[in-house]
């Protein structure tokens, strides 16, 4: 529109420029020379050029306004459709499977917003709710209700408050409602922390909030494909969360292209998941996160030093260290993940007062890992699959291999629904409570905004 304001302008200034002219001009003499008409005559020559000069200006904005009228009706009617001149807008052609994906495909996999503070949003006061109804079937043998809570449920329901409340300050506030009916009261605050930004680069963060390890710990069950998170987080991190501080940032600021990208995370947490302290020793968390933009990948390490609890009578090492790796990456219309953990056994499961598992011994080990691959039919539509396996059950001792394959698909910017059909080879027992074979999910997510399920809204 500028444009137009500056060709108006310029006609304008013609225009003055040449009444002007006009006026200044002096009349003929009544003993008018030949050298006097002459002047005259080009006069009037360039007084009608700026006219066929003003006059095709005109024809030009008139063209010029039409099309901006047409835009911006299309605008208002499709926010989402790119503006683009009417004389060489051309049809989109229909979705086929060698068409490359749109962005949040990307996104989605790869989670560039993965673990970020909450700086880049100003807190808003209505919450986001987020409501996740589960139809679960066909236990496992050998499962309880306990095991396997069956038939209809809500699955999670979660209010949250996060985002800036001053140049230097965030908060972070989210409750739960379902561990209530589940007799858990201990568990319905899932996150309360508060954050200082020291800097554009560097965020302290302190309270309880999720732990800083791997990609499927951190991942929000809004946007996770299968119904609930990898073996290997319910065994070392169930609940996801922990009490304690946190410094968080990234490297781009010594403006090298090796550490741009790259973030990092250092943590010291009471090591008792959201619990009050029990052994009044902290564990200590890394994670360093590098992003390849160009290359649609990204891949990080996680550690974990601490010690655990041992149950009454057992001696030995009480170490809780954990180490960890993963990758995500996207290929046209295929995505991956794959994540490795390993590290001492744990010896609670979740809980208050703490649940020692039966099968826990000082010393021993326990690893898991997970590799999951998605197809991207459509921008609503996706096909998955992944492999899942632990090795070292705290609970049985043994190992639990996994296969879950399904299909989800988005209704809008804000609800997904989802059927997951799963093959185990025994139960599994952690916080998440999957031991069934067939689930449909539908989720929905109720924002202050109109953001699509790409971010980091609920972990």
């Known amino acids: 529109m500028w444009r137009t304001r500056t060709s108006l302008l310029v006609i304008l200034i013609l225009m003055q420029g040449g009444v002007s002219r006009s006026e200044g001009a002096s009349p003929p003499p009544s003993s008018a020379s030949e050298e006097s008409l002459k002047k005259i005559e080009a006069q009037l020559c360039e007084a009608l050029g700026r006219l066929e000069q003003t006059q095709a200006q005109l024809e030009a904005l008139k063209l010029e306004v039409g099309r901006w009228r047409a835009e911006l009706s299309q605008s208002r009617l499709a926010p989402a459709a790119p503006s683009e001149p009417a004389a060489t807008s051309v049809p989109a052609p229909a979705a086929s499977v060698s068409q490359e994906p749109r962005a949040p495909f990307a996104e989605r996999i790869i989670?560039?917003?993965?673990?970020?503070?909450?700086?880049?949003?100003?807190?808003?006061?209505?919450?986001?709710?987020?409501?996740q109804t589960r139809y679960s079937t066909r236990p496992y043998k050998g499962a309880t209700l306990e095991d396997f809570p069956s038939n209809f449920r809500l699955s999670r329901i979660e209010t949250r408050w996060s985002g800036r409340i001053h140049e230097q300050l965030g908060l972070g506030l989210e409750l739960q409602y379902h561990p209530a009916p589940d007799g858990s009261p201990e568990e319905l605050v899932n996150d309360a922390f508060i954050e200082y930004y020291l800097n554009d680069r560097i965020t302290l963060r302190a309270g309880q909030f999720i732990k800083p390890f791997g990609f499927d710990i951190q991942q929000s069950s809004s946007v996770r494909e299968s119904p609930e998170r990898a073996l290997f987080a319910g065994y070392f991190f169930p609940g996801q969360r922990d009490r304690g501080a946190l410094l968080q940032g990234d490297l781009d600021f010594l403006d090298r292209p090796a550490f741009k990208n790259i973030q990092y995370f250092v943590g010291a947490f009471n090591g008792n998941r959201f619990f009050s302290d029990n052994?009044?020793?902290?564990?200590?968390?890394f994670r360093l996160r590098k992003r390849f933009e160009s290359l649609r990948l990204a891949t990080g390490v996680s550690i974990q030093r601490g010690h655990q609890r041992l149950p009454p009578g057992f001696a030995g090492t009480n170490n809780e260290n954990v180490f960890g790796v993963d990758v995500q990456s996207t290929w046209g219309r295929w995505g991956f993940r794959g994540e490795f953990v390993a590290g001492n056994m744990p010896s609670t499961r979740l809980g208050l007062p703490a649940r020692f598992a039966p099968a826990f011994r000082p010393g021993r080990h326990s690893s898991g890992g997970a590799f999951f691959a998605t197809y991207h039919l459509t921008e609503q539509d996706n096909l998955?699959?992944?492999?899942?396996?632990?090795?070292?059950?705290?609970?049985?001792g043994q190992n639990v291999r996994a296969f879950n394959f399904g299909y989800f698909r988005r209704i809008g910017d804000i609800s997904r629904i989802s059927i997951d059909y799963q093959f185990k080879?025994?139960?599994?027992f952690n916080d998440d409570g999957v031991n069934t074979r067939l689930q449909a999910t539908w989720g929905v997510i109720f924002r202050s905004c109109s953001c699509p399920l790409v971010g980091n809204p609920d972990e």
């Open 111 to 131: 989670g560039p917003g993965l673990g970020e503070n909450e700086r880049p949003h100003e807190i808003n006061l209505r919450p986001e709710i987020f409501i």
């Open 384 to 396: 998955y699959a992944r492999y899942d396996q632990f090795n070292g059950d705290s609970v049985t």
């Open 425 to 428: 080879n025994r139960l599994s």
């Open 279 to 285: 052994n009044r020793q902290l564990n200590y968390n």
